[in-house]
């Protein structure tokens, strides 16, 4: 079966054949009218990732005074084999991502099963029928050279496709809400001139009716609040002119939680765009600086955990710093620096690099390295040295593993021929890595360690008892802690048991 | 009159002779007698500076539950030309700094001439006498060339000298708290060993009695909180021994606010110095992300302000971004990165370089280039050109000049032959620039200016009409805004005026 699309579970789905796309059409056309008829409006979300499945349901899930639905959500996903089955399984009410957010089955269930105001599609063709279409497609920086994130690019190849579909179904007057994180300059530069143009192709005055764009970024954080951070969170938005700047906010004001968290307006959708970039490169520095202390904190016996702590007591101005650790992952502080540098020299062709931003970006991919420094210390030669890596998500009691630091942790362990073994309780599979398998149960990997690396902070490697790390193991192996998971209590109760500890940013215990 | 002080106000104190010291000496004598018997402890602060003055006046304002003061205080400066007058003038009751703080003169009449417990000497002597010396010693970082920190480095001379001093004179259970903010590792590599071989040279057992050596920081900020950034807030402390750290304990929670602001303790003298100048460490570099995203913003149309707003609404997370300006200045963000850098390669004599640090520094102490060139943007050729800087100070509504932005802001102007005039209403000397006059009046700089320049965000300046200024100058100068002080209205204005503005990081108004 050629045209078959399989879900993370094995379940297989056929992807439509055109006479089924003819159904769906008359389909779309059908369900879009009787909601009309019920006064709805109607929204597509471009995209079903890890953002836009949640917030297509957030917007279905929007209510007014009477406490109903304000908008009937069309959900549209490509019919790719990678992704065409989140199509049917949304449409059983099921959500295409886990999550440990109890909230996240209960909005899917609430508004495809019983409110039935949010289905998803395949079809391009849903794009003409709607008043608002969010945009999330997945947009990714491309960093060709390891730790060289000054070569860093964004191909934007893939998104103005999307766009340019959008300017061949969409009517004038509905809005395209770019919710993706893009290089600032996107909007004016590339979506607003792809609609245009395809207006212009279909015959459609620009001048009379120029295309609708607005830009708006959620702040979405994976885990138990997931649902929330989105819908319950300050948003900023900007609009290319006054209409789309309206019907932006009218359309945010309905979906979100307005009243806790107001709209925050800004003057353009190129500072709604670098806002999003500039406030994860913030984070993004923040870290790297914590490295470099850490490094010396190490060398000079001190704990730069407890120092933090005493620099964070000055609240409002002190206590955004952030900690060190085995380095940095997940899908915004790793690229949206990458992407900001990359639209100032090309979208804007201006002179100049984001100089603190890029050499943050490059000190956090390379973070991993110093954690191998740190055992190398103890095991200068790592050659078949067992060494079990307890997590490899980027986040704590997360499973998300994309641009883990563990990651580069294990590639550069194998260049060194260790023997590496990795655990992680929430995570099934390692697409990013190659020839990796992931254990769960943590009695994989610890027998006959001779190197244990505490590397996220999931609440069971926080519970694990020395001693019966120890009885797993067999061995009396380094430990490595690579952000302040293991109390000073802890590390004695492992040093009294025969270890030798070692922690990032961790002076005093050496 | 080879033997005298004089102080700002032209006033001048004769140095004392060697007669007079051995009368002054008896007095110490005397007055520490009757002092120990009213049960008060003796406190000495070594260097009546910006900090040391204060802080002298806070250690004598302290009382016990009966109401009681707890300790008498001997404020020490030496009988330098520079510096003596401060002696003679604190003991008639009045500080030796000028202040918008109505609580400094406050301090100081109640505690010298009310209370009766808190004198200036410049008599080493005392250090004798006493159970506690506070080191307020300044100490700077030398940064032989501009925009070069990496060649920083810190002349502990006079500091080591201040330090042998104390060995030759303090009863060996005396504790030292150094509160000078010191290149880490100093108590523990300079002040003990110092103190060890003075100690053994007395024939005073340093196995029996070792010095006692504490480390704690001050967060002091000029402005109208003097007096209350120093006793009203986090206090982070560490000893060098169990002893060092229980005195250390003891007296500042007899001298501090601690109910509302409970001290931090760490577990060395190297971690408390670390967290110092590390915490000013983060500010300088966030300022110096902020400068790239400033250039960046003001090239896309962009008002970077509004931007920082808008991620400064994530509170806890985000709300520490600071700003973009003419630059860094002020005594710690400015030096305490090299200090602790110098401190890593020379007293830890470790490899490497705290780089984000370092070129945090250098983009700060270069940033005021950054203005130069906005001008320039608008006004290529700046001979003969006559320019007024309103604001010379470093922080808005203060007169403190020390390492003040607008220095090099001047300087380099001066370099191109443009006519600089300053003004400030909160300085009368600028003793850190050759050839400096600082106008009080407004109206010496404005007439015939062709560009304004909005340095520092004075609010005699915020408050200032366009129409005011254009009359004042008879001129319609290129106005521009180093950080935010004018609102779009007033831009708006001035450009309604006929005149052009520029701005740091306001892309918006291009």
Not at 58 to 63: G, N, Q, S
Not at 408 to 434: G, Q, S
Not at 483 to 506: H, M, N, P, T, W
């Amino acid at each position: 079966m050629l045209n078959v699309s399989q879900a993370p579970d094995g379940k297989k789905y056929n992807i439509p054949t055109e006479e089924e796309n003819a159904l769906e059409r008359e389909e779309l056309i059908k369900i879009t009218k009787e909601q009309r008829a019920l006064g709805r409006k109607i929204v597509a979300v471009q995209g079903l990732g890890f953002v836009g499945c949640v917030m297509a349901a957030v917007v279905a899930d929007a209510e007014n005074e009477k406490g109903e639905p304000i908008y009937f959500v069309h959900g549209h996903q490509r019919p790719s084999k990678r992704s065409y089955w989140k199509v049917p399984v949304i449409n059983t009410g099921v959500p295409p991502v886990a999550s440990s957010d109890p909230e996240v089955p209960q909005i899917f269930h609430s508004t495809v099963v019983e409110k039935k105001n949010f289905r998803a599609t395949s079809e391009d063709f849903v794009y003409g029928l709607v008043d608002v279409v969010v945009v999330d497609i997945q947009l990714d920086a491309t960093k060709p050279s390891f730790g060289e994130a000054e070569k860093g690019y964004c191909d934007l190849l893939a998104f103005r496709e999307g766009i340019r579909m959008l300017g061949q179904q969409i009517r004038p007057d509905c809005l395209v809400l770019v919710e993706t994180t893009v290089p600032p300059g996107t909007c004016e530069k590339v979506v607003k001139p792809i609609l245009e143009e395809e207006f212009t192709k279909r015959g459609i005055d620009i001048k009379e009716t120029p295309p609708l764009v607005a830009h708006s970024y959620e702040r979405v954080m994976p885990g138990a609040k997931y649902v929330s951070s989105i819908r319950d969170f300050w948003r900023v938005f900007a609009g290319v002119d006054e209409k789309s700047t309206e019907l932006c906010r009218e359309f945010l004001n309905n979906v979100l939680n307005v009243k806790e968290f107001p709209l925050t307006q800004l003057d353009s959708t190129n500072a709604s765009e670098l806002a999003k970039t500039m406030e994860n490169t913030y984070r993004a520095v923040n870290i790297a600086l914590t490295l470099e202390w850490a490094r010396f904190a190490e060398q000079i016996g001190v704990d730069l955990f407890k120092v933090r702590d005493a620099i964070r007591k000055r609240k409002g101005t002190h206590d955004n710093l952030l900690r060190p650790s085995l380095g940095v992952g997940g899908y915004c502080l790793t690229k949206d620096p990458v992407l900001a540098n990359w639209a100032m020299q090309t979208l804007f062709e201006l002179d100049g690099c984001l100089d603190m931003a890029i050499r943050g970006v490059n000190i956090n991919d390379t973070m991993p390295l110093h954690t191998i420094n740190l055992i190398k210390t103890v095991i200068p030669e790592l050659k078949d040295v067992k060494i079990a890596i307890l997590g490899v998500s980027y986040l704590e009691n997360v499973g998300d593993t994309r641009h883990s630091p563990s990651k580069t942790l294990v590639e550069f362990l194998r260049k060194d021929f260790a023997k590496v073994l990795t655990h992680d309780p929430y995570v099934e599979a390692w697409p990013e890595l190659e020839d990796s398998h992931v254990e769960s149960d943590i009695r994989a990997v610890l027998p006959g360690a001779e190197v244990v690396v505490f590397a996220v902070g999931h609440d069971q490697y926080k519970n694990l008892q020395p001693q019966e790390v120890l009885d797993i193991c067999g061995t009396k192996p380094l430990i490595v802690d690579c952000s302040d998971f293991l109390s000073d209590e802890r590390i004695a109760e492992y040093k009294r048991l025969g270890c030798v500890v070692r922690g990032v940013g961790k002076g005093h215990i050496v």
